[in-house]
């Protein structure tokens, strides 16, 4: 596979820039497809009543509820000639880039992402970019859910808990990438459409009206285009900032017009510690902090973090009834580098899958998936997988403190917007 997968902040960044000069004819035939692969799910779909789909991890407690007689809206067995209500499980939907991405990169390109990715969870690769699992399967996992299916892929989806629009490679910015967020958000205004206009013909749909007003929508973007200025000097780059939160704010009053009310953002994490930064020749490492990460892209990082945080503020003021939460993904990756020694982490520079060997264990031009690759111990603690997104270890630490509330502002806990 080539290296550009493994490329900018969120992957794949390179190869789906290039495809911009293709980007109507392309809407047009991925256009095509999602309409087939949307419909064909909406029609063969079995409907709660049929007791069809997925099964669903819940917890004991959520189990317990959806047992209750009344406690929800769905239809559930039969006890004495009746039909019991069955409680309505957690739906979220999700737009991002590889920090998120589920298999939607895999399956809209039709890249086969090959061993070892996926190696320490799931035993096989599933299309995310890393050796287990995103930090949004570990907020499935959470909220007792399952894990969300990429709205691309053909293949093995159930929308029944939600949708993942999330592209590897993608930017808030529109016409970057293939799938920036506006694209993922005319995705989504389909999806929800095509739903409802289902449940009026009398059709079983993965999620009613009720499920897309109570569902919990999440963001994990920014990251793209925040390496697609580093190039520039210091106040270029603080000056391309503003747009791209801008971008993000837009998506949200537009989520928020069709009914959403419930929006879990994250910022962007430390981009000057990622190996694929560091390995970068330079001069001398007077630009390095005292934790070896390149203290230039990381402040352009925390001012991304304080704009959005401030336009987050702004649209708390402005959208009525909704509960909108901003976390500092920077704080919590920046300190399992800090305190690396806390987390049982030795290398925190190192990718565990790359080639080269220390300091970084990291080149350009080579992807991680190479026979040839120096490939770390399966168990052995790191925090980067392949230069730039994190093993499943490291976004299982992330995802805890995610989930504390500890890091978001206003200060709640993700499982109280269920």
């Not at 090959?114 to 959470?142: Q, W």
């Amino acid at each position: 596979m080539a290296s550009a997968l493994n490329g900018g902040g969120g992957g794949a960044g390179g190869v789906l820039k290039k495809m911009g000069v293709l980007r109507v004819q392309y809407y047009c035939v991925m256009g095509a497809v999602a309409a087939a692969v949307v419909l064909a799910t909406l029609r063969y779909m079995p409907g709660a009543a049929g007791g069809g789909g997925s099964v669903v991890r819940a917890t004991p407690a959520a189990a317990a509820a959806a047992a209750a007689p009344g406690s929800g809206e769905g239809v559930g067995e039969t006890t004495g000639g009746k039909k019991k209500k069955k409680e309505p499980g957690v739906v979220l939907f999700n737009f991002g880039d590889s920090n998120s991405d589920t298999g939607g990169v895999a399956a809209v390109m039709g890249i086969r992402i090959a061993p070892p990715e996926g190696r320490a969870y799931f035993h096989h690769p599933t299309g995310r970019l890393s050796e287990g699992r995103v930090i949004l399967d570990f907020i499935c996992e959470s909220l007792g859910t399952d894990h969300l299916s990429p709205y691309m892929k053909p293949l093995g989806s159930d929308f029944s808990n939600g949708v993942n629009f999330a592209i590897a490679g993608s930017t808030a910015t529109p016409g970057e990438t293939t799938f920036s967020l506006d694209v993922q958000l005319d995705q989504f205004l389909f999806f929800k459409e095509r739903c409802l206009e289902s449940i009026e013909r009398g059709e079983s749909a993965p999620i009613d009206q009720r499920g897309f007003q109570t569902a919990i929508y999440t963001m994990d973007i920014g990251h793209n285009d925040i390496n697609g200025v580093l190039h520039l000097p210091y106040d270029q780059m603080l000056a391309k900032l503003p747009p791209v939160v801008a971008e993000i704010k837009k998506a949200i009053e537009t989520l928020h017009k069709n009914g959403a009310r419930k929006f879990w953002i994250h910022g962007t994490g430390a981009l000057g510690c990622m190996p694929q930064k560091l390995s970068i020749p330079r001069d001398d490492d007077s630009g390095l902090d005292e934790h070896g990460c390149i203290t230039s892209i990381n402040n352009v990082c925390k001012k991304f973090n304080a704009l959005l945080s401030e336009a987050l503020d702004d649209s708390r003021l402005t959208l009525k009834k909704a509960t909108i939460v901003f976390v500092d993904m920077f704080a919590i990756k920046y300190d399992l580098v800090a305190n690396h020694t806390k987390y049982g982490i030795e290398k925190p520079l190192m990718t565990c899958c790359g080639h080269g060997g220390p300091p970084y264990n990291y080149d350009p031009k080579k992807s991680c998936m190479t026979s040839d690759n120096d490939l770390c111990k399966l168990g052995e603690k790191f925090i980067s997988w392949d230069g730039v997104h994190f093993t499943d270890a490291a976004n299982g630490i992330v995802a805890s403190k995610v989930l504390s509330g500890e890091y978001c502002i206003p200060r709640i806990k993700l499982a109280t917007l269920i």
